[in-house]
């Protein structure tokens, strides 16, 4: 049977024809070794596209925008435990036994550094 021409896959725009180029610089990260060529792949819209950590690169404005955006979750509350044990562990106090409010703070998982948009 032939797929009729409305339930064909929809085709979504290259973003290396549709976004302007951006030269950026993409930090590399705490512990990755200097000696080694570490790349991250990207894709928008079903294309691929690679960044190159400790490098300047040139992507389009849409793959750099997916970088800038990629963030992650954490608890700062996480040191709790350390306080604990510098108080003698002598645990918490009455009023936040039961305390379940927590807050969570999202951080950036690179670091991109625009250098010019051409």
Known sequence: MAVSESRKAKKYPNPETSSPLVD????????MDPAKRYTIPIYVNG??????????N???ADVVAVLRQARSAIHPTANT???????GGEGR???QLMDGTQSIQYINDYHVVI????
């Open 24 to 31: 950026f610089y993409l930090e590399r990260q705490q512990f």
């Open 47 to 56: 294309y691929k596209f690679e960044a190159e950590f400790g490098k300047k």
């Open 58 to 60: 040139t992507l389009p």
């Open 81 to 87: 435990a350390k306080v604990e044990i510098a108080r």
């Open 93 to 95: 106090p009455q009023n």
């Open 115 to 118: 250098e010019k948009e051409l």
